[in-house]
C-alpha cells in the first residue's frame, strides 16, 4: 500500500522568508497526489493536486509543488511566506479511492 | 463554509459508552468518506460509502461501524469506548467515483474526547 512520508515536522520562519515542505510517496506508477493544509480551528483545505501533466502544478495562496517522478516526490514551495500562512500542511496521495496523509508539518510564520 | 457538515463539533464520552457522529456531504455528491486524526498525526481513513455501500475500511476495530442514507448522509458509530478513540472525525464528501476529478472536500470535523 502506499505510504507518505513528510520530514519537516516543524518549521519556524520569518515573514517573506521562502519556504519548501517535503513529501514523499512510496511507490510509483499512477499516482495522485495533493497537499491540504489545515489553519487553525478550521478544516482541511485542499492548496493543490496533481493528477497528470504539467509536474509544476499551480495551487491557491501562491503555493505551487513540483511532482518528481524519479524521486517519488512531491515537495510543496511559495517562495513569500506571509503570518497568515501558520499552519499545518498535509501531504496525500489516493491509494484505491482513500486518501493516504502524511503526518503533517507544522509551519509558524514571525512577522 | 466548508459545504460539509458535521454534527457534533466538540463531544466527550466516558469509556466503554458509544457514539454516533454525523456528516451531510454537499449536495450531488454520492461519496462519503471517515478518518480519524489524531493530535500530532495526519488524518487516518476509517470508511468510504458510496452509494450506500461500503466500498473500503481502513485497519480499525470492528467497534467502529457505519451507513449511509438514502440522502447520502452518514453516520460514523463506535462502540465500548477507548481513552485512545480521543480524535478529531472528520468527514470528507466527493463527487460520483472518477479518477479524473477526485474532489474531497472535508467537513470541521467533531472532536471527540473519552474520559
Known amino acids: 500500500a502506499q505510504s507518505v512520508s513528510q520530514h519537516n515536522h516543524h518549521v519556524i520562519l520569518s515573514e517573506a522568508a521562502s519556504l519548501e515542505l517535503g513529501c514523499n510517496y512510496s511507490?510509483?506508477?499512477?499516482?495522485?497526489l495533493f497537499w491540504y493544509v489545515q489553519y487553525p480551528g478550521q478544516h482541511l483545505q485542499l492548496l493543490l493536486k496533481?493528477?497528470?501533466?504539467?509536474?509544476l502544478v499551480k495551487g491557491i495562496k501562491g503555493f505551487e509543488a513540483e511532482f518528481i517522478k524519479s524521486k517519488f516526490s512531491f515537495n510543496l514551495r511559495k517562495p513569500s511566506v506571509q503570518w497568515s500562512d501558520t499552519a499545518e500542511y498535509f501531504c496525500a496521495v489516493i491509494d484505491t479511492d482513500k486518501l493516504i496523509f502524511g503526518t503533517g508539518t507544522r509551519l509558524q510564520v514571525f512577522p | 463554509d466548508a459545504g460539509v457538515t458535521q454534527s457534533p463539533t466538540h463531544l466527550i464520552k466516558t469509556r466503554g459508552q458509544q457514539v454516533t457522529l454525523r456528516c451531510s456531504p454537499i449536495?450531488?455528491?454520492?461519496?462519503v468518506s471517515w478518518y480519524q486524526q489524531v493530535l500530532g498525526q495526519g488524518p487516518q481513513f476509517i470508511f468510504q460509502y458510496y452509494e450506500k455501500e461500503e466500498r473500503g475500511r481502513g485497519n480499525f476495530p470492528d467497534r467502529f461501524s457505519a451507513r449511509q442514507f438514502p440522502n447520502y448522509s452518514s453516520e460514523l458509530n463506535v462502540n465500548a469506548l477507548l481513552l485512545g478513540d480521543s480524535a478529531l472525525y472528520l468527514c470528507a464528501s466527493s463527487p460520483p467515483l472518477d479518477r479524473a476529478n477526485y474532489g474531497y472536500t472535508f467537513g470541521s470535523g467533531t472532536r471527540l474526547t473519552v474520559v
Open positions: 511507490y510509483g506508477g499512477t499516482v495522485n
Open positions: 496533481y493528477f497528470s501533466g504539467d509536474p
Open positions: 449536495s450531488g455528491h454520492k461519496s
